[in-house]
């Protein structure tokens, strides 16, 4: 079982700056991928951005050049520079953890909210 617990995040005008990390423990396996996802109000859960082990990133195209996904592997943490914050990036943000075996597993934390005022 791997627990994730996100910190970083707050209320923000926008055109401002927050950066969220997550950190995983208990894994017996190496993590693949991690990523962040978000939720907002009355909305699905989408993928906001993604990092191999290997390093390799995916971004969404609503905040491509505007966030940065960045991944320590040794600490197994996950961190998320938003930069240039736009009220409709409010929401929650997850922290999310694939870990394969003979199965993909996924991991999620609890959430962190991000509000940008206008």
């Known amino acids: 079982q791997v627990q994730l617990v996100e910190s970083g995040g707050g209320l923000v005008q926008a055109g401002g700056s927050l950066r969220l990390s997550c950190a995983a423990s208990?894994?017996?396996?190496?993590?693949?991928?991690m990523g962040w996802y978000r939720q907002g109000p009355g909305k699905q859960r989408d993928m906001v951005a993604s990092?191999?082990?290997?390093?390799?990133?995916n971004y969404a195209d609503s905040v491509k050049g505007r966030f940065t996904i960045s991944r320590d592997n040794a600490k197994n943490t996950v961190s998320l520079q938003m930069n240039n914050l736009k009220p409709e990036d409010t929401a929650v943000y997850y922290c999310?953890?694939?870990?394969?075996?003979?199965?993909?597993?996924?991991?999620w934390g609890k959430g962190t909210p991000v509000t940008v005022s206008s």
């Open positions: 999310n953890a694939k870990v394969v075996t003979v199965a993909t597993y996924n991991y």
């Open positions: 208990g894994s017996r396996f190496s993590i693949n991928a």
């Open positions: 990092i191999t082990s290997g390093g390799s990133t």
